[in-house]
């Protein structure tokens, strides 16, 4: 009988074990620059696959650029705002369509930990658009009514920054009194070999595809640059010689 019940708390213990496993990150990085700091995240493609690939799609696009935080509420969320109502620059036609879709609510059972990343959407589970929240503390009421879909990497000492300055309440929400600008975002690929040279202790898989993807856009966004670097240059010496 004891034999019996050890038995049964070793693979007790083991299923704990395993469903409180952190899922596994994508190679995919991304990085809003505010005049605070970076805040740089990651993303999880098996817990959120239709999340992760619209939200990245609309940090390719530029979509979140001069978008800001509407929200900020010390211990527990920072909220990026919608896309399409956040922006001060105007959208282009792709922008638009893609900021506009709305995505079906991707619950799981990962928690809502500091750090996490949650969309944010209306009483229809289903109505998730573009805005998310980066968690500022543990939220356990919101574990399985809203949409994990990656976390915080680096840039918590920003984090902290925002979560110093001043707000306001409306209704339910304490908002910034200034508004938190994301400046600018880029996105790129890690390797297993650089999570490790930054001490990581968890070493990430990915695909050679996903690699060579990324790597073709990051040298179109190179290419992009540099040629957007050199009409600047020209326009300069044309008005200020």
């Known amino acids: 009988m004891w034999k019996l ?3 049964c ?3 007790a213990s083991l299923f704990v074990v395993v469903s409180s496993q952190e899922p596994e990150l994508s190679s995919a ?3 809003f620059q505010t005049k605070y ?3 740089e995240f990651g993303f999880y493609p098996s817990v959120a696959p239709k999340t992760v690939d619209h939200i990245f ?3 390719r696009l530029g979509g979140y650029n001069t978008n800001h935080f509407f929200r900020v509420d010390k211990g527990f969320v920072a909220q990026v705002a919608d896309v399409a109502s956040g922006r001060s620059a105007p959208m282009n036609e792709e922008q638009r369509r893609e900021a506009e879709k709305t995505i079906v ?3 799981s059972d990962v928690k809502h930990v500091r750090g996490i990343l949650s ?3 209306y009483s229809d589970p289903n109505s998730a658009q573009s805005s998310f929240s980066m968690l500022l503390g543990d939220a356990p009421h919101l574990d399985r009514e809203y949409a994990i879909f990656g976390k915080v990497t680096k840039g918590d000492e920003t984090l902290r920054k925002l979560e110093q300055l001043p707000t306001r309440r409306e209704g339910i929400f ?3 009194t200034e508004r938190i600008t994301i400046l600018s975002s880029y996105y790129y690929a890690v390797s297993s070999v650089l999570l490790i040279s930054h001490g990581y202790s968890t070493v990430y898989k990915f695909t050679d595809t996903e690699m060579e993807s990324c790597e073709n856009e990051r040298s179109v966004l190179k290419r992009r640059l540099t040629a957007s670097a050199i009409e600047i240059e020209r326009q300069r010496m044309k008005c200020f010689p």
Do not use: Q, S, T, Y
């Open 9 to 11: 708390w070793a693979v």
């Open 119 to 121: 969309m944010g959407r």
């Open 5 to 7: 019940c050890w038995v």
């Open 174 to 176: 304490v908002m910034p």
């Open 57 to 59: 799609k609309l940090v």
């Open 105 to 107: 609510g991707e619950f």
């Open 29 to 31: 990085r991304v990085v």
């Open 37 to 39: 700091g970076d805040i």
